[in-house]
């Protein structure tokens, strides 16, 4: 069970049913499946945007579902200190727990539902670890890593934190109160999320019940693009299947339909969970290698040499 929930979602702000006879449906333009690998010093992801193209996923560049994993005593795993230059990160915990610090003092705590928001911009240094008390005594483990493209005018901007503390998203239900919707960043039917983005996007977790559906505006200008974090359900009006790992890009339009199917696996018996996301294209040309993201092979080369040169930043004396 995600860690952000209501005991009574019928108390929860409601977002209106799309007119039907006024929208365009998005429908199922490409369906992949993540596969398995692992990341930093060997904790288990899917990388959920394995096979899509560029141009499909732009604003984005990455995305890993972190677990979900329910680790033993001294098995949990983090990454070591490394940079970043160009593009922002998205850490959303859905359960258990994270910490992060990095070299422009930004830091802590990330658990049960919050997120971390940082701007790379020129450059920095971070680290993200599992707690001593979760290495100590193991525990669950699940959530995702986003990266977020900055256009070339923001590329070089200064780095900045945020914290998005569990308590601050935003919860809406539908109107027949079977989906639970969490707007992290953006807006959704008017209703705006705390993540502060330099590039217009929207992120929302939803869940929703076994045989519930949900249709919602999407704005026209953003992309789409929706994964199953756990459950089994559709997608689109017509009804694509989409299950566990698995990654549908939509067509244009602006309205998404996603329903969940009545029978569940016991462990996911609350529904379908899917983050969906999709932001307003860049279309400039992206250069990456390893943690930058640029326009550029030159300006790839010069970020290298930047931080073989400790120009993006330093180890804090009191690092983790």
Not at 256 to 279: F, K, M
Request: negative net charge; proline residues 8%; hydrophobic residues 40%.
């Amino acid at each position: 069970m995600p860690a952000v929930t209501v005991e009574d979602i019928l108390v929860l702000p409601t977002i209106d049913r799309p007119d039907p006879t006024t929208t365009r449906p998005r429908q199922v333009k490409q369906r992949t499946t993540a596969p398995s690998g692992f990341e930093g010093e060997g904790f288990p992801v899917r990388r959920a945007f394995a096979g899509v193209t560029t141009a499909d996923l732009d604003p984005f560049i990455h995305m890993d579902q972190m677990g979900e994993v329910e680790y033993g005593p001294g098995e949990p795993k983090g990454t070591p200190w490394h940079p970043h230059r160009g593009f922002e990160t998205v850490t959303y915990m859905i359960d258990g727990v994270f910490q992060h610090q990095d070299s422009i003092g930004g830091g802590g705590v990330i658990k049960d539902g919050a997120t971390q928001w940082m701007t790379a911009g020129r450059g920095i240094l971070h680290i993200e670890r599992p707690t001593e008390a979760l290495i100590a005594a193991g525990g669950l483990f699940h959530g995702i890593q986003l990266w977020v493209n900055l256009p070339a005018a923001q590329k070089m901007v200064s780095p900045r934190y945020q914290d998005i503390e569990a308590a601050a998203v935003t919860l809406l239900a539908s109107p027949d109160g079977g989906t639970l919707l969490r707007v992290i960043a953006g807006d959704l039917a008017g209703h705006d999320g705390p993540g502060i983005t330099h590039t217009p996007i929207s992120l929302v977790h939803a869940t929703v019940a076994p045989g519930a559906t949900v249709t919602i505006p999407w704005d026209s200008s953003y992309n789409c693009l929706v994964y199953a974090l756990s459950g089994t359900g559709t997608v689109g009006e017509d009804r694509a299947p989409i299950t566990t790992g698995q990654l549908c890009v939509m067509t244009d339009g602006d309205t998404l339909t996603v329903a969940a199917s009545e029978q569940q696996d016991a462990r996911h018996a609350a529904g379908l969970d899917v983050l969906i996301l999709g932001g307003r294209p860049i279309r400039e040309p992206v250069a990456t290698y390893g943690p930058f993201v640029m326009n550029t092979k030159d300006e790839l080369r010069q970020a290298f040499d930047d931080y073989e040169a400790g120009k993006l930043g330093t180890i804090p004396a009191d690092h983790i």
